[in-house]
């Protein structure tokens, strides 16, 4: 499974941003897609993911209400639609598939087997 995102960019504070995450290979694999970010000297950390099967979501506590993660099952794409962002949303996003994950453990990085490499998103204030 290869995965692909993009769509980042430099956005003003309360502004909006999409990023796309495209997957490719064996698709069949994929259970869940989830976003993650890295701000500077920080940690990466969870932001949102969605079962492919169903469309079910998950959002970190952080992003709710701004946020909305979807998928084309078509296109084999997973996006993240970023609205009201703030500075504290610049990091460096990564989309990542996951085989199968539960209700305790889908926000985890380790419930992610497969990562696309990152894609910049900076707010200005």
């Known amino acids: 499974v290869q995965l692909q995102a993009s769509g980042g960019g430099v956005a003003q504070a309360g502004g909006s941003l999409r990023l796309p995450c495209a997957a490719s290979?064996?698709?069949?694999?994929?259970?869940?897609v989830g976003w993650f970010r890295q701000a500077p000297g920080k940690e990466r950390e969870f932001v949102s993911t969605i079962i492919l099967s169903s469309g079910f979501p998950a959002y970190a506590d952080s992003v709710k209400g701004r946020f909305t993660i979807s998928r084309d099952k078509a296109k084999n794409t997973v996006y993240l639609q970023m609205n009201s962002l703030s500075p504290e949303d610049t990091a460096v996003y990564y989309c990542a598939a996951s085989r199968g994950y539960g209700v305790g453990t889908y926000s985890r990085q380790t419930s992610f087997h497969y990562w696309g490499k990152g894609t910049q998103v900076t707010v200005s204030s």
């Open positions: 290979g064996s698709t069949f694999r994929i259970y869940g």
